[in-house]
């Protein structure tokens, strides 16, 4: 199977130009890249659902966008205009809708772009492969499976809450049916924070799940290390234990078989967590920046809040353990 980071190699051409659409002392219009992550994708059938996303940087008195589905072959399978009213407006952040219905079905398993554009220059891209998991060969059930895997396997973000007035990240991400062991519909995961190899925290073993279809975003707390008689007293890692000086890993490993399948890391330095280069303000290409804030979920009002996000690799592929964590904390 392609390696997910083939997706960035090369960059398909729409026929447009212009990537860095950014004038002086104006940024250039972005979309939420959480927000893109959480398109709707159909894992049997192929199908692609487009509603409403965030987007920045944009006109206030008119929205001028479209959603473009592209093929490895720079071919324009799909093109959605949104509508030209913002749903909701804070600050330099709108809700926009794309004109639906807006749905595409593809068949031919390859490397895909969906593209958004703001005034007919590309303002963000979400890179992703498709599958075929059944040829429809079963005279049973002639009936051709699909599969989506790409950047969700990837990316998480940090998002601060407070508890007691003390602050505390929790931890969003993606996860779904191809993180589970063969056969198996559903399982749980449990996250280990290490910082320059030492074990500083965990999720609570009764926390995590695992279900099957398409990723689904998940957001999970990291406590301090405790035994799981103990969990419900457990106290939650502090910020200050996130950002002291050092090197990090986030590992992601099923509960059933403590096989790893992601590992985020980063450094932090003085206090701070040292950004990804593609969450700077005017990273090239401009399609690829990815905005450090993100829409807050739960709630009925409109707001976009900060993120931090972080980088991985894949870490289900091949045979590698996550036996560490059994070690950390002996009573889980």
Do not use: C
Not at 3 to 25: C, D, E
Not at 62 to 89: C, D, H, I, W
Not at 203 to 230: A, Q, R, T
Not at 296 to 301: I, T
């Amino acid at each position: 199977m392609r390696s997910i980071l083939w997706l960035f190699v090369g960059m398909f051409m729409l026929g447009l130009s212009g990537l860095n659409q950014a004038v002086m002392g104006q940024p250039a219009p972005a979309f939420d890249f959480s927000d893109v992550m959480d398109t709707y994708f159909d894992d049997e059938s192929g199908l692609l659902s487009l509603d409403r996303f965030i987007v920045a940087f944009t006109s206030e008195e008119k929205f001028v966008g479209e959603a473009v589905v592209v093929n490895s072959k720079n071919e324009v399978l799909a093109r959605y205009p949104f509508f030209q009213t913002y749903q909701m407006r804070d600050g330099v952040f709108g809700r926009v809708s794309v004109q639906g219905p807006a749905e595409v079905r593809l068949t031919e398993p390859g490397v895909y772009n969906l593209v958004f554009l703001v005034d007919g220059k590309p303002a963000t891209r979400l890179a992703f492969i498709l599958e075929q998991t059944s040829a429809g060969e079963d005279p049973f059930n002639p009936v051709k499976k699909y599969r989506f895997d790409g950047l969700w396997r990837m990316y998480a973000y940090l998002t601060m809450k407070t508890f007691k007035d003390e602050p505390y990240p929790e931890l969003n991400f993606w996860v779904g049916g191809k993180d589970l062991p063969e056969g198996e519909d559903k399982d749980m995961y449990r996250v280990d924070l290490y910082r320059n190899g030492e074990a500083i925290g965990h999720s609570k073993k009764s926390l995590g799940y695992i279900g099957n279809g398409h990723f689904k975003w998940n957001k999970i707390d990291v406590y301090m290390p405790h035994e799981y008689k103990n969990s419900v007293n457990a106290l939650l890692l502090p910020w200050a234990e996130w950002v002291a000086d050092g090197s990090y890993e986030l590992r992601v490993s099923r509960q059933s078989d403590g096989q790893l399948i992601r590992l985020f890391t980063y450094e932090a330095k003085n206090g701070k967590i040292v950004e990804l280069p593609q969450t700077k303000m005017g990273f090239e290409p401009q399609l690829d920046y990815m905005m450090p804030r993100v829409k807050r979920r739960g709630g009925s009002m409109f707001k976009v809040i900060e993120a931090i996000w972080l980088r991985g690799v894949v870490g289900n592929k091949g045979s590698e353990k996550a036996s560490e964590n059994d070690e950390a904390t002996s009573g889980e």
